[in-house]
Structures are given as structure tokens and as C-alpha cells.
């Protein structure tokens, strides 16, 4: 297989970076090589959040009334990570090594996006624009001189529930590449957007939720400013609303229930995706900042960022991600950060869902599981 960056099948790398510590470690019962071990965790599976320091918020509030559909997040000072390092956790160890360690970051105050951007929103943007999504151009030769002329179409990665049990360190069982598959058309050229106006827009590479964001006059947070947002106020929960998944039996978030990826049982009320908004918002108002769709944020991804900014002490300020992308497990591939997991996250596989958590995925790879939401930054004081 010839390394590209891309989206096509036969190199699909990053395809599905996405609820998929998979695909950077091997089989759950063995380790990646030369790295430390996690700590043992607890019997409850979530190690002690002992690392975790008091978020203190900035008194300051928003000047001018909030953009429509935003709220205001003060940020401030917080503990950025997860230490919910557990064997337990999703059957692969050491699956939020990345998200390591726990370290203090402060970041300045700014307007987001209470819900994931709907198909609704995406639509205005290309009525506005003629804006032609990564999804919906074919491949050029040029650009994948090697790949087979019948993969060189214009589609994406569509998630396909498997007929049975399956390995769950083979993701090529349950993802496929789906010709004429984009956000006009989230499982392919038979399917539309009607009835679906108020779900997350889907399909969408980096370069079409920055261009979204541009047009909107708005950008894509920061990790540091999605997980400051994310947390809600809140110091070193596992979850952006406490430490229980469902507290008081109360679903929180839409993920998968079920036999992943044969069965999605859909207790939470979903079986797959689900308009914006349907659960609990956080602390800030923020709805789905756990599952539903991942959400692109702006930082180039490394499983080290965070031991970096750790190393170097102190507190990080307003950190923009390291300059360049580099994941030992495909270092040709060119990937940003995506945060808080989806509707495919289970607990058997991945989860992601929890708030202090990572994922990543190739720049021009989108899927019917990745969106976004944007950020805006606050006008000046006076
Ligand atoms: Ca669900
Ligand atoms: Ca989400």
C-alpha cells in the first residue's frame, strides 16, 4: 500500500482516526512499545483525579450582547487532560495516553457555538458561497498518482453496522469509503438532507468547516478553548457535566449502546446521529460537547502536545498546538485534533466522550461522524 494522505479506500489511514485508538495501538491485550505504562486504575475503571487543580474563571464578562446562537465562555485558568488511564476503559490499554499529562493551561474568554453546526447552518453557507466540500470533488491523478482510476471518485467514510461480532482492532470492518457519500448526502447518492435540517452537518474535511467558519465570521476553537468550554467550570470530571455517566439514570450524551459495531440499541433515544440539542446542556450552555458528532478543533495533532507544554511549566497560555502534525502510527499522514467522540463511542471500544480525551484525523478525511462548532473571539473592552 502506497502511503498517501488521503481519502481514499485504499489508503485509509486516517480514515477513521475517530473513535479508534485502534488503529495507533495493536491488540488490546499488548502495549505500544517503549512507552510507560498508565497507571493501574481503580476497580471503578477512572484512575484518581488527583492531578487536577481548581478552574478559576476570569471575572471579566462578554462586552455586547452574545452573537446569535453563542454563548459566552469566560475562560481562565484550568487542568487540561484526562488521567482516566484505566485497562478497563475501553478494552485497549493506555487509550488516553495522549492525553496526558495533566497540565495547567489558561486561555482568554470568547463566544462559541451552544450546538454543533447543523446542515441547516452548512446549507446557508454554500447557498451563500457555492462552496464545493472536500467530499464532493473527485481525487485528482495528480494528487494520488498511484491509486486505482476506480478509486479516484468523489465520496467519503460511511460507518456500516457489521452482520456479526468482529474483531474490534480491524476498523476496515465496519468503515467504508462511499462513493457520491457527502454532506448533501450523509450515507450516500440515495440519501438526503430532508427531515434532517437540524442535525450535524457531516462529511466535512478541515478546510470546509474553516471555510464555514470564515464565511461565518467566526474561526475554529483551539483544543485548549474546546476543553475549557467543554468543562463547563467544572475541575477534573471525567464527563463535561460530573463523574457519572448517567447521573440519576439520565442518559447525557448521545453515544452507542449495544454490541458495537453490530448493534446499536440506542437507549439514549438515538440509534446513530441526533439533532443538536436533544441532551442536557453544560456548565456554559453548551449542548453535545460529549458524542453525537466529533468536532474538528484548530490544533495540529502529536500524542506528546500535552507532555511538551507539561515539560516546559508553568502555565501554557492561549496554546495554539505544536507547529507541525506527527503521530507515530502514520507519520505521513497530515491530522488535526478532534474532540469529544460521537455516537459510535461505547464503552466496550471507545470513550471518548470523556471530556478531557482526544482524537484526530487526517485534514482532507471527513465521515459521518465528524463536525464541528466555531468559536468567536470577544470584541475589545470598552
Ligand atoms: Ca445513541
Ligand atoms: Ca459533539
Redesign the pocket.
Known amino acids: 500500500m502506497v502511503p498517501m494522505t488521503t481519502r481514499l479506500p485504499n489508503s485509509v489511514a486516517a480514515l477513521v482516526a475517530i473513535c479508534v485508538a485502534a488503529i495507533t495501538l495493536p491488540a488490546c491485550s499488548t502495549r505500544t512499545g517503549g512507552d510507560p505504562e498508565p497507571a493501574a486504575a481503580p476497580s471503578g475503571g477512572v484512575a484518581p483525579l488527583s492531578a487536577y487543580l481548581p478552574t478559576v474563571e476570569n471575572q471579566t464578562g462578554p462586552h455586547g450582547p452574545a452573537p446569535d446562537g453563542m454563548t459566552w465562555i469566560p475562560g481562565g485558568e484550568f487542568s487540561m487532560g484526562s488521567d482516566a488511564a484505566g485497562e478497563s476503559l475501553c478494552a485497549l490499554p493506555g487509550v488516553t495516553r495522549d492525553a496526558q499529562p495533566i497540565h495547567r493551561v489558561y486561555v482568554d474568554g470568547f463566544w462559541m457555538d451552544r450546538t454543533?453546526v447543523t446542515n441547516a447552518q452548512f446549507e446557508a453557507f454554500v447557498r451563500a458561497t457555492r462552496y464545493v466540500t472536500v467530499a464532493e470533488r473527485a481525487p485528482t491523478r495528480e494528487e494520488f498518482p498511484n491509486a486505482p482510476p476506480g478509486n479516484l471518485v468523489a465520496g467519503s467514510t460511511v460507518f456500516t453496522p457489521t452482520a456479526g461480532p468482529v474483531p474490534l482492532d480491524d476498523y476496515f470492518q465496519w468503515w467504508r469509503y462511499q462513493k457520491g457519500a457527502n454532506w448533501r448526502h450523509p450515507e450516500g447518492p440515495a440519501t438526503d438532507l430532508k427531515g434532517k435540517e437540524k442535525l450535524?452537518v457531516v462529511h466535512v474535511a478541515y478546510a470546509d468547516a474553516a471555510a464555514y467558519a470564515k464565511w461565518a465570521g467566526k474561526r475554529l476553537p483551539t483544543e485548549a478553548e474546546w476543553e475549557f468550554a467543554a468543562r463547563g467550570g467544572l475541575t477534573g470530571k471525567v464527563y463535561a457535566w460530573g463523574d457519572e455517566l448517567k447521573p440519576g439514570g439520565r442518559w447525557m450524551a448521545n453515544i452507542y449502546e449495544g454490541r458495537f459495531p453490530v448493534q446499536d440499541d440506542g437507549e439514549d433515544g438515538y440509534a446513530g446521529i441526533a439533532p443538536v440539542a436533544q441532551f442536557p446542556p453544560n456548565g456554559y450552555g453548551l449542548y453535545?460537547?460529549?458524542?453525537?458528532?466529533?468536532?474538528w478543533v484548530s490544533d495540529w495533532y502529536r500524542p506528546d502536545t500535552f507532555a511538551r507544554l507539561a515539560a516546559a511549566g508553568g502555565v501554557a497560555r492561549n496554546p495554539q498546538g505544536p507547529e507541525a502534525s506527527y503521530d507515530p502510527a502514520e507519520p505521513a499522514e497530515k491530522k488535526r485534533v478532534h474532540?469529544?467522540?460521537?455516537f459510535l463511542c461505547t464503552d466496550q471500544y471507545c470513550t471518548r466522550y470523556m471530556v478531557g480525551t482526544r482524537g484526530k484525523g487526517e485534514i482532507s478525511t471527513g465521515s459521518n461522524h465528524l463536525?464541528f462548532?466555531c468559536v468567536k473571539p470577544a470584541p475589545p473592552a470598552g
Open positions: 454543533e450535524p453535545d460537547v460529549a458524542g453525537n458528532v466529533w468536532e474532540r469529544g467522540g460521537s463536525g462548532r
